[in-house]
Every structure is written in C-alpha cells, then in structure tokens.
C-alpha cells in the first residue's frame, strides 16, 4: 500500500508538471533553438511516466522501512520530498514561466537533492537506491540539454 501511495503521489507531481508544459509545449518551446541531442517530444511523457513510477516504489521502499529506522526514514523522505518538489518547479519555470536561464539554475539544484536523496535511500534499501539510478541520468542528461537550450537562445 505504501508504494501505491508513493507511485500515485509522484505521478500527480507529474501530472501537474505536465500542465505547466502543455501551455508551452506547442506554442513557445517549438521556436526555441535546440542542440542536435534534443529528443523527440514524443519521447518525454514515457520516460518521465516510467521514472514517477519507479520513484514512488523507491519511496515506499524507504517508506517500508520506518519502523526499523525512523530518524532515518523520515530524513530521507523529506528529502525526497523536496526534491519532488523542485521537480514540478523545473516545470514552471522552464516551460510556465519561459525561463530557460532560471530553470538552469534550479535544475542543477535539483540534481544535487536527487543525488542526496539516492545516497540516502541506498542506505535504507540498496533497491530503493538502484531504482533511483535512471532519474539521476535523466536529470543529468536534462541538466546537459536545459544549459545547451539556454546557450543557444541567450541574448546576446
């Protein structure tokens, strides 16, 4: 039950990120300038469906663990919880607000706190941890394509 919560609770997160998208998906971020490894469009809803999902069953991994470990659990679960967070602000500010420049900045925040939160969970469950493995190269990868997508459109 743990998990289901979780993996609910992360797909909602990306569920209201993607409505911040939307309004810019068609619209502004066709205009935009890419670098030649920007992926298809359509390739984005599945990667980043199938990444909630295993971040909610990292979550409730950790979550599992509460009564063996508390401080730690909740620790780790309120840094994952924030760095959920960020996750939908990365949303709002590259494609609500058109910003590439301040979505750069805080995506690479954002890959600071994921990167926290892997080493946090790894310590509770080494599959929790291993779950967590694909957002943190796909954060990663994001992080490389937001800062091309800002380099190129900057105003000079």
């Known amino acids: 039950m743990k998990i289901l919560v979780c993996v609910a609770t992360c797909l909602a997160v990306g569920y209201y990120g993607s409505l911040a ?22 390739l984005f809803a599945p990667v980043w469906t199938m990444l909630y999902i295993l ?7 950790v979550w599992d663990r509460y009564e063996s ?7 780790a679960l309120v840094i994952f919880a924030a760095q959920l967070l960020l996750n939908l602000l990365w949303s709002i500010l590259f494609f609500g607000l058109r910003n590439p420049m301040l979505a750069m900045l805080e995506i690479v925040v ?3 706190i994921i990167y926290e939160t892997h080493y946090k969970f790894k310590n509770i469950s080494k599959m929790a941890g291993y779950l967590l493995v694909p957002y943190i190269l796909w954060v990663g990868f994001a992080t490389i394509l937001n800062i091309a997508i800002w380099y190129l459109n900057r105003e000079i």
């Open 21 to 42: 998208t939307q309004s810019s998906v068609n619209t502004w971020f066709p205009t935009l300038e890419k670098p030649v490894f920007n992926p298809p469009n359509w």
């Open 55 to 61: 971040m909610g069953i990292a979550a409730g991994l």
């Open 69 to 75: 470990d508390k401080y730690e659990v909740k620790n």
């Open 110 to 112: 954002l890959l600071l």
